[in-house]
């Protein structure tokens, strides 16, 4: 079901701040952005080998990363998986039982299709899953 690690969502509140922390420390570097103006966020990504991490940002104190960070803090905010035949995989979950929070795929960035898992059936872990459209 999974082919990889796509990405580990990191919620932020500076963009910049927060790269320049990664590039000192661990030597990486932002090599696209990406507003997400319906969702009020903005993403940057850092590649490492065949993943990356995925700086976010909230735009606007309305949203679920901004609501994150005030109550959680900086960090960690998802783990996301990359799959094959997103709508497939997801009938399979709810056959399992497994609780989403999408029903249906819908647009992430760079024109993935992503659906979250419930992180009530997932460890506590909010799990995102990918499809890559543009093969």
Known sequence: MLKKIAHIGIAVKS???????YKK??????TR?????????????????ESSLELIEPLDQENNIARFIAEKGEG???IAFEVEDLEKR??????KGVRLLDQKPRPGASGESVAFINPESSAGLLVELVENLKK
């Open 76 to 78: 960690m905010h998802h």
């Open 90 to 95: 997801l009938e399979e979950l709810k056959e």
């Open 33 to 49: 952005e990406e507003v997400l103006e319906g969702r009020g966020l903005r993403i940057a990504f850092l590649p490492i080998g």
């Open 15 to 21: 963009i910049e701040g927060t790269a320049e922390v």
């Open 25 to 30: 420390v661990l030597g990486l570097e932002i």
